[in-house]
Nanobody, 125 residues
Framework: QVQLLESGGGQVQAGESLRLSCAAS????????MAWFRQAPGKERDIVAA???????YYADSVKGRFTISGDNAKNTVYLQMNSLKPEDTAVYYC???????????????????WGQGTQVTVSS
């Protein structure tokens, strides 16, 4: 089992920044991935960013150049730095862990085995 604890959501104005944190505990997942997804009301849960292996990352086109995913291996924590936020970034953001990426894509929601409780990010114009 992996437990995920998210923090850092909130309400900001367009153009401002937020940093989300996700602390993982439990079984190791060094061969897997950590990712952030988001889900707006009435929409599907979509990938925002993912990191796996050493230095491998993925970003959705909508956040490229504005968001950065990073990790602190010593703390088993992954961060999502979100800059230049836009109203369309408003959603519940979820941290996710995949124990192993063998044969799987790191951008698909079904790749991930464990999920955080979600944290609300609201960006007003």
């Amino acid at each position: 089992q992996v437990q995920l604890l998210e923090s850092g959501g909130g309400q900001v104005q367009a153009g401002e920044s937020l940093r989300l944190s996700c602390a993982a505990s439990g079984r190791p997942f060094s061969s897997g991935a950590m990712a952030w997804f988001r889900q707006a009301p009435g929409k599907e849960r979509d990938i925002v960013a993912a990191k796996w292996s050493v230095g491998s990352t993925y970003y959705a086109d909508s956040v490229k150049g504005r968001f950065t995913i990073s990790g602190d291996n010593a703390k088993n924590t992954v961060y999502l730095q979100m800059n230049s936020l836009k109203p369309e970034d408003t959603a519940v953001y979820y941290c996710a862990v995949s124990i192993s990426l063998y044969g799987k894509s790191p951008v698909h929601v079904h790749t991930y085995d464990y999920w955080g409780q979600g944290t609300q990010v609201t960006v007003s114009s």
